[in-house]
């Protein structure tokens, strides 16, 4: 999927020296070793450790806000999008934001000892099946200094040690944040190599890490196409993949419009610059003379630029200067204040449109039909289907599960929001009394 937005990423053909290779696996090791002493720390202590890392960054925010705007000032004149730089912007305001996602995620169950399954064999062994950490977590994502902290909250809460490359764009900001979860974690006993960064080694750091397997148990891209893209294809790490997101809404013909039009702008507007924030209007032709003059009118006051058909620009007054809607623009992430808008002839033509277009993050009706929003719901596949409300909530802190890595696309181990138990893998524990297997 093209993405116009996004910063630009790790090459796969970036060579590494010897050098830089060497410092990251060193740095990796640390890490694997660090991870020991979370491994059998309680939930409680854990917890006063997040709590503490939390008024860490508080009464540092006039500091890492200082850093910010150096960032911020870079990428305006690298003429970063403006969902990037709202995505890179920090204020003491969403410093405390961030520092209360980490509380949220303090207060949460410990999925670590969680006991999958268990049962007693016919012989008189006993199994069990419980989650442990994965160990090292590696996490390569662009613009977002919010995730460093995500992630090393998360981390440290199930039990990981985690290495970050957060790119260039965040540079300052990163590097401000870990120095203060840093001295967070020595203050509270334990060593600051649990949450490290490569971002001194540049895109080199971030091939070297892809490569270190062994030291790195997973790594988790979360970013524009080509970020995640070059991860899935370059590492030799396992990879958890998160997905770019080509979201849509589709207007049923039994759609309540006083009730769509609201979604249809919060799922828009609320915030340009995510992965779930919808990218294109899908408008049964029973309700579109009646509903696209009025999200036409709601949308061009907010602010958003409209690409339609031909459909669509035959019912707005003035439709003829909209944008022509090409193959690209549905097929576009646009992380931007603009939309793609098109007239389905029936709830079938929406489902094909979703399924050529669909990233598989997540994907929305507004209906009064149950028969259609079962159709829906049953034949669309991606992480999350939202039936009568914005797409803006699918986000780890809505769904309940505090901060999160990112929205997994994928369908193996994770998918959609990741949590603390997508952090942890599994082991089976057998005790018998002197069994042998015949």
């Known amino acids: 999927m093209t993405n116009p937005g996004s910063t630009k990423t790790t090459a796969p053909d970036t060579a590494i020296d010897v050098q830089t290779e060497t410092a990251v696996r060193d740095i990796a ?26 008024d860490a960054l508080v009464a540092s925010a006039p500091a890492i806000v200082e850093a910010n705007a150096e960032d911020m000032a870079r990428g305006g004149e690298r003429g970063l999008t403006d969902g990037l730089l709202d995505r890179l912007q920090l204020t003491e305001e969403r410093v405390a934001g ?14 670590v000892g969680e006991i999958v399954r268990g049962s007693t064999l016919a012989n008189g062994l006993k199994l069990k099946q419980i989650r442990v950490p994965m160990g090292v977590v590696g996490m390569i994502y662009e613009a977002r200094p919010n995730v460093t902290v995500d992630a090393a909250g998360l981390a440290l809460k199930s039990g990981n040690a985690v290495i970050l490359r957060g790119g260039s764009a965040a540079l300052e900001s990163n590097r401000r944040l870990v120095a203060v979860i840093g001295d967070a974690l020595e203050a509270n006993g334990f060593p600051r190599d649990l949450v490290q960064t490569v971002d001194d080694h540049g895109r080199a750091g971030g091939v070297a890490l892809m490569r270190a397997r062994g030291l ?76 696209i003059p009025r999200a036409h009118a709601a949308l061009v006051d907010k602010g958003v630029r409209l690409h339609a058909d031909e459909r669509v620009r035959n019912l707005v007054p003035g439709g003829a200067s909209l944008a022509e809607a090409t193959e690209e623009d549905w097929e576009t992430e646009y992380l931007s204040l603009d939309l793609a808008i098109r007239v389905v002839p029936s709830i079938d033509d929406a489902i094909e449109h979703i399924r050529t277009y669909s990233s598989g993050h997540t994907e929305a009706i507004v209906t009064e039909s149950l028969a259609a929003s079962e159709r829906f719901t049953d034949e669309i596949d991606a992480a999350a289907i939202i039936v009568n409300a914005s797409t803006r909530f699918t986000d780890g802190g809505m769904f309940g599960l505090g901060a999160e890595l990112g929205i997994s696309t994928q369908k193996l181990h994770a998918r959609g929001p990741m949590g603390l138990a997508e952090l942890t893998t599994t082991k089976w524990i057998v005790n018998g009394q002197g069994q042998v297997r015949p």
Request: proline residues 4%; negative net charge; aromatic residues 2%.
């Open 29 to 54: 090791r640390r890490a694997k070793f660090a991870a020991r002493s979370l491994a059998t720390a309680t939930s409680g202590v854990k917890n006063d450790l997040l709590t503490a890392i939390a």
């Open 98 to 111: 961030i520092a209360e996602a980490l509380r949220e995620v303090a207060s949460l169950p410990d999925p």
């Open 216 to 291: 790195v148990d997973v790594l988790v891209p979360r970013g524009g196409a080509a970020l995640i893209q070059t991860v899935v294809a370059e590492s030799q790490v396992p990879v958890i993949e998160t997905g770019t997101g080509n979201v849509h809404i589709y207007v049923d013909a039994s759609a309540d419009l006083d009730k769509a039009l609201p979604i249809v702008l919060n799922a828009k507007t609320q915030r340009v610059g995510v992965c779930n924030a919808a990218e294109t209007l899908l408008v049964h032709e029973d309700v579109a003379e009646e509903f």
